[in-house]
């Protein structure tokens, strides 16, 4: 069975970078689009970035335009979230997406002022 996991969150001070993770186990990742969400407690589900299966295009939010960016290595299947600047409004937890094989468990982001 195919999982997502993802890695690469913590605690940091704004205006640092982190490099979150998705790495796909089980089946090959370059047949799927991925997306990373991220929830803060209480709140929906916002969409963050996105990647093409081949890592073509990418699209992101408003939000994270400029500071975040998605790219995927297939080799190693697995998708990478590059985070700078980061602010406190990015702590939430931040999950990775891929239809046909569903949701990680999630890393926690958090964003000291």
């Known amino acids: 069975q195919v999982q997502l996991v993802e890695s690469g969150g913590g605690l940091v001070q704004a205006g640092d970078s982190l490099r979150l993770s998705c790495a796909a186990s089980g089946r090959t990742f370059s047949s799927y689009d991925v997306v990373w969400y991220r929830q803060v407690p209480g709140k929906e589900r916002e969409f963050v970035a996105g990647?093409?299966?081949?890592?073509?295009?990418?699209h992101y939010a408003d939000s994270v335009k400029g500071r975040f960016t998605i790219s995927r290595d297939n080799a190693k299947n697995t998708v990478y979230l590059q985070m700078i600047s980061l602010k406190p409004e990015d702590t939430a937890i931040y999950y990775c997406h891929a239809n046909g094989i569903g949701w990680g468990q999630g890393t926690r982001v958090t964003v000291a002022s």
């Open positions: 990647i093409t299966r081949s890592g073509g295009s990418t």
